[in-house]
C-alpha cells in the first residue's frame, strides 16, 4: 500500500499552521513526488491567446509589462532570454490544473484565490518584489532559484520608471533552487526574487486578501444597493464655544461611533463577507469557467458564488 503523502511534505498540517501559515517561510523539497506539470509552455502561450484569459509579459531588459491578450506575432518578437509568461486562474480554464487545489485541503476553501502559472524563457524572473497575500509556489518543468529577504511593506522603496513593483533595495538572506515538484510556502510581505535556470513553469497557488479599502468600498456599495440603515450623523453635546470651524475631537468621536456600530451587525457583515468572498473570479466567464466557489457561515447559511442560497 502507498501512504498518502501531503504537500506539506514531513511537516503536518497542524504544525503547518501553527508555526508557518502567515507568519514564515517553508520550503518543501519533492512536495509531490515524481511532479510533471499538467500544462506545458506551448500550451500556457495557447491560453494567453486567448480573450478570456488573464495573462501577462514581463520582459527584464526595460521591466516591460505588457497585457495580453497575445499574438502568435507577439511571442515571435521576444528576446532570447530573461522573459516571463504569466497566466492568471489557469485552474478555471485546465482541469487537471485545478485538480492541484485538492492538496491545500487544510485552508479554508473560500480564502484561495487561483493557480497563476508562470514560464520563463532562461533568466527570467518578474523583479524582486513582495506580495500582500500568502502563496505556494510549486516548480513545474525546469529549475528556479528562489531568493528570500525581510519583510517589506509600503515604505520599501521600488524603481520609479517601470508599472512593476520591483524592489530598489532587495538583499537576499536564503536562497534554493526548486526542482519540480519542489514548493515554497511564502507568507505576505516576504521579499521574493525567482530566476529561471533554463526554461521552467511555476505553479503560483494565490490566496484572496482584499485590501481594508477594497472591503470598505464593497460593503458600503451593499449597504447603498439594499439595507436600510437610519442612522445619520448626529452631534455630541454641543457648547456655544464649538460653533466654529473646528472639527472636536468630540465630533469625531461620535462618526467613530456611530460607524462602529453599523459594522457591529454579525448578521449584516457575515452575509456580505460571504457573498464578497465567493464571488467569482471573472463573473463574465462563470458559463465557460463553470467556476464555483462556496461557503457556509458557523449560522448555516450558505453561499454560492456571492449569492445567497
Ligand atoms: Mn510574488
Known amino acids: 500500500m502507498t501512504a498518502i503523502t501531503s504537500i506539506l511534505g514531513a511537516i503536518s498540517k497542524q504544525q503547518f499552521l501553527a508555526e508557518y501559515w502567515q507568519k514564515k517561510p517553508l520550503l518543501v523539497r519533492n512536495a509531490i513526488a515524481n511532479f510533471e506539470a499538467p500544462i506545458d509552455a506551448d500550451e500556457l502561450a495557447g491560453l494567453a491567446l486567448e480573450e478570456e484569459v488573464e495573462s501577462r509579459i514581463v520582459v527584464e531588459q526595460d521591466w516591460r509589462l505588457q497585457h495580453g491578450p497575445f499574438s502568435e506575432e507577439t511571442f515571435a518578437n521576444l528576446p532570447s532570454e530573461k522573459w516571463t509568461l504569466l497566466v492568471q486562474a489557469v485552474d478555471l480554464w485546465v482541469p487537471e490544473v485545478a485538480e492541484l487545489l485538492g492538496k491545500f485541503d487544510f485552508l479554508p476553501q473560500w480564502r484561495i484565490d487561483d493557480i497563476m502559472v508562470s514560464y520563463a524563457a532562461d ?60 514548493m515554497l510556502y511564502l507568507p505576505p510581505k516576504i521579499a521574493h526574487h525567482g530566476v529561471a535556470i533554463g526554461e521552467c513553469t511555476t505553479f503560483s497557488v494565490g490566496f484572496r486578501a482584499p485590501a ?48 462602529k456600530e453599523t459594522l457591529d451587525n454579525e448578521k449584516l457583515l457575515g452575509e456580505w463577507f460571504a457573498q464578497y468572498m465567493t464571488r467569482p473570479k471573472y463573473p463574465q466567464y462563470v458559463d465557460m469557467t463553470g467556476e464555483s466557489r462556496s461557503a457556509i457561515l458557523d449560522d448555516s447559511s450558505s453561499f454560492t458564488n456571492g449569492e445567497k442560497d
Request: proline residues 7%; hydrophobic residues 40%; glycine residues 8%.
Open 212 to 259: 481594508v479599502s477594497e472591503m470598505l468600498d464593497d460593503l458600503a456599495t451593499e449597504l447603498l444597493s439594499g439595507i436600510d440603515l437610519p442612522n445619520h450623523l448626529i452631534d455630541p453635546p454641543l457648547t456655544t464655544a464649538m460653533a466654529d470651524q473646528r472639527i472636536t475631537a468630540a465630533h469625531i468621536a461620535s462618526v467613530r461611533e456611530l460607524l
Open 123 to 182: 533568466g527570467g524572473s518578474v523583479g524582486p518584489h513582495f506580495d500582500y497575500y500568502d502563496v505556494f509556489l510549486l516548480q513545474g518543468a525546469g529549475q528556479r532559484r528562489w531568493q528570500i529577504g525581510g519583510p517589506c511593506d509600503a515604505n520599501c522603496p521600488i524603481l520609479t520608471n517601470t508599472d512593476l513593483k520591483i524592489l530598489k533595495d532587495f538583499e537576499p538572506l536564503e536562497e534554493w533552487i526548486l526542482e519540480p515538484g519542489d
